[in-house]
Every structure is written in C-alpha cells, then in structure tokens.
C-alpha cells in the first residue's frame, strides 16, 4: 500500500465522515470483519437489524403501522427472513401513491436526500433517503466490493458515467472536490460514444494509468471492441468493474480478450446501493446479508427454493428515511446451491437475467448506450412506465404510460417536452416519435426490456467505415 493510500485511508476518508456527520469507515471496517464469518452468524446479525427495522417502521412509518394492524401483525411477530413474506410485496406503484405514509415521521424533512431513478424496468420513481442509508453503508458496501476486485481507498479508478447522480445536496456540492480527490476517481461521461470520443477515452486510460476501469458492461464492450478494432494496445488494467446492467457472456468475452482480466460484475440500483458482488472466484455474486434481506419469491410473494428463479425482493436493513421492506426490485435471479470457494459466509446470488438494454446507433457515428437516454427525469413528468425503440437509423419510437394526462392540450404539451428531452440525448438526426399507450407489453422473456435497437452493429460500423 502507498502512502497516498495510507493518506487516503487514515486521514482524508475520516475527515469526510465527519464533515458528513456520517460513519463509513466504520461500516466498512464492520463488512471487512463479517464477510468471514460464518452463515449462521450473518444471518443472526441480519435478524437482529430485521427486527429493529419492523419496530421502527411500526412506529414511525404510517404505511406499515397500518399494514401491519391491518393484517393484525404485532412487529414482535416478523423477526426472521421467513416470517417477511406475511408482510405484502412493495411495488413501484405503492411507492408512487403513499410516498408521504413511507416516509418515517420521526426524520427532519432536511435530512432526506430526493431521488429519482429510471430503474432497470423503465419505471421512473421519485423516493428519499437519508445521508446514513447513501455515505455510511451503501458506499462502505462499494468500497468492500472495490477491496475484492484488489482495489484500495486512494487508487486511481476512471468511471465512464452516462448522467449525474441524483440531486447532490449543497454540502455535497461543496466537498465533491475533497471527495474525488479522495477516491482519485476520474468521472468521464461517456453517454454519446462518437470514434472521438472513444479515442480520447482510451488516449486518458493510457495517460493516467487507473489501477481500474469502471462502467456499464455495454460502454466497457464498445470501448474494447473499439481498441481491438484500432489495432492498438490496451491500456493496463489490474481491474475491470461493471454495474447497471448484468454483463452477458459475449460482453465478458471480448473485455477478458482485450484488457486481460476477469470482469468483477456487480448489482445494485439506485433506491438501495449496491446488493451484491463478485468475489475473485467469480462464480456468483456474494449478497450484502449484513445490510440487507434479498428475497427470491414466486409471483405470489412467497420464497422458492435455492435453485430456482424467482423475483428479486429487497429489504433494506439501514433505510430509516423512508424504508423499504420487500421492495420489487422487478429483477429476476436465483440463490445459487452451491456455496463459494472463497469461504466467505455471504450467500451467493446467481442467473440474474440480464438487464437487456441495448445501444442507440446514430447516422453521425455516436453509438449511445441505451441506460444513458433519459429515463430518470420523466419521473417528474409523471410517467409510469416507458420503452424505447429504435426502429432504424432514422426513426426512434418513445412510448409512455402517463396515468394524469386527461385533456389534448396535457398530452400535447407533454408530447412536446419529451420529444425535446430526448431529443437532446440523441441528437439531429433521428426522427423521434412520442407515443402515449395505456401499458408496456412485456417482451417474449417475460421481461420488460426499457431500451431497444434494431439497427445491426455490425452493418453500422461498416456502414461508417464506408462513408467519407
Ligand atoms: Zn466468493
């Protein structure tokens, strides 16, 4: 370890917890120790934050104290994993028609941090959390997760983003330098992925020399087919770390060829941070049990077997603000039978289906990856569900589902802002036409796909190699 590290972790990431008020370092130091221990024990720590996070949604949350009488359930009565499924399932609808009964009433209106997110199904949300939830355990759980791929507080990483994270706060605003410095991370955004813009990325990863590389999968493959396609060497990478979407087995292939290493994949989302991650072994992804109940139940509510698909459920074990108890990620993925052979006691989550969200191809040569076409914003518009379609070069569908727009002239100023929010993803050239429809149909896999392009790449790129 260097001294920058040694820096960054004695001295720089305490003085971040205590201008924040906040306590990650000690939650990190916790998940360093509990990921060795044993299963039984995980589970018993699990159960006994379960049981303060019921107690408190029966006293401070109006939604679930009135669940709960309403099934006649004292909070006594749930204190394991399998005592939650007598509590209902919370979906994005609920979510969306009791925000103000989710939120706790014994927390100050200024210490809840608005969010809003797309989600992975392409149903926007607006919910809240608190500082505690984002800075003392989601990010302890990304730098946990950053430690097994080999990669220390103070190493330099390059992150390609596609948008800004939620709504900062002005204190976050302000220490954002500190911050950066801190982690040494490089933020590039990389939503419109033109040859120049590829280049000059791959021209800062050989300049800066990051110990790692952080991305969706979908930008990580059109970055390494790009330096495969180049002839070039790639830049030396001791990690790759993907999230946001699952990586598919064609996206690990050509980033092990090209950058020499095994991606670390992860999975999280916004509302919670991240839930699980891959270890070195990589044979599934290890669940944050210490901070979080992952639940894999059929389509009644009710848990299946290890083995088998099932939904994803979350129930966050640190989410005071406004908490989530059996939360529908909209997810589908399996407990794996087997354990790690790692030897660490988090359990192993596996056959997440990929999150399929493909990339836009433009006539100007931009490729944009499908999670960077603005989704979260139409939250604030009142859209609940939306699926985009790129039907050639030319024409771009936008369907949405908006419940509240009952007059013409409502439709039509809505038609109008979204076609100019999109069309400031994707540029002059596409024609985009807005459609409003009363649901989304699922796709042929049972799953919603927000994104999809039915230009080939591969004719695209000879098609732009052809042009003068
Ligand atoms: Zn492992």
Redesign the pocket.
């Known amino acids: 370890m260097g001294a920058y590290n040694v820096l960054a972790r004695r001295v720089m990431a305490p003085t971040l917890d205590r201008i924040r008020g906040c306590h990650c370092m000690a939650s990190f130091a916790e998940l360093q120790t509990t990921q060795w221990w044993p299963r039984e024990r995980i589970e018993a720590l699990q159960r006994e934050r379960l049981a303060r996070t019921i107690e408190h949604a029966y006293a401070h949350v109006p939604y679930y104290r009135l669940v709960m009488q309403e099934r006649g359930i004292s909070p006594q009565e749930i204190r394991t994993v399998s005592d939650l499924s007598r509590l209902p399932v919370l979906t994005k609808t609920i979510v969306r028609s009791h925000t103000k009964e989710l939120i706790a009433d014994d927390i100050e209106r200024g210490d809840l941090i608005r969010c809003q997110t797309g989600g992975s199904t392409g149903s926007p949300l607006v919910f809240f959390r608190t500082k505690l939830d984002r800075y003392s355990h989601g990010l302890a759980r990304g730098l946990l997760a950053m430690e097994w791929a080999g990669v220390t507080l103070g190493d330099r990483v390059v992150t390609l983003v596609l948008d800004h994270m939620s709504a900062p706060t002005t204190l976050e605003r302000g220490i954002r330098p500190l911050s950066a410095f801190l982690r040494r991370n490089t933020r590039v955004q990389v939503a419109q992925l033109s040859d120049e813009n590829l280049d000059s990325t791959v021209r800062l990863l050989h300049r800066t020399r990051p110990k790692a590389l952080s991305a969706y999968p979908s930008a990580l493959a059109v970055v390494a087919r790009h330096i495969r396609q180049s002839g070039r060497p790639a830049p030396a990478l001791h990690a790759v770390l993907t999230g946001g979407e699952q990586v598919t087995d064609e996206q690990r292939v050509v980033i092990r060829e090209v950058f020499g290493v095994e991606p670390y994949s992860r999975y999280g989302s916004s509302e919670n941070y991240l839930l699980a991650t891959e270890?070195?072994?990589h044979?599934g992804m290890?669940v944050f049990a210490q901070d979080l109940v992952v639940e894999i139940v059929d389509d009644d509510g009710s848990p299946v077997a290890p083995g088998t698909e099932g939904r994803v459920l979350v129930t966050n074990l640190h989410a005071r603000g406004m908490p989530f108890i059996r939360y529908d990620t909209g997810d589908v993925g399996s407990y794996a039978v087997a354990t790690?052979?790692?030897?660490?006691g988090m359990p192993?989550l596996d056959l997440l289906s990929a999150r399929r969200c493909d990339t836009i191809y433009t006539r100007s040569g931009a490729r944009i990856v499908g999670n960077a076409v603005a989704r979260d914003d139409f939250a604030l518009l009142g859209v609940t569900a939306l699926q985009y379609i790129q039907e050639d070069l030319d024409h771009f569908v936008a369907r949405f589902v908006v419940p509240g727009l009952s007059t013409a002239g409502a439709r039509s100023r809505f038609q109008s802002q979204a076609r100019d929010m999109l069309r400031g993803c994707l540029g002059p050239d596409i024609d985009i036409v807005i459609e409003l429809v009363d649901r989304i149909e699922p796709t042929a896999a049972g799953k919603h796909v927000p994104v999809i392009s039915k230009v080939d790449p591969y004719s695209w790129l000879n098609r732009t190699t052809a042009s003068p």
């Open positions: 270890c070195e072994e044979v290890h790690c052979p790692c030897g660490r192993l």
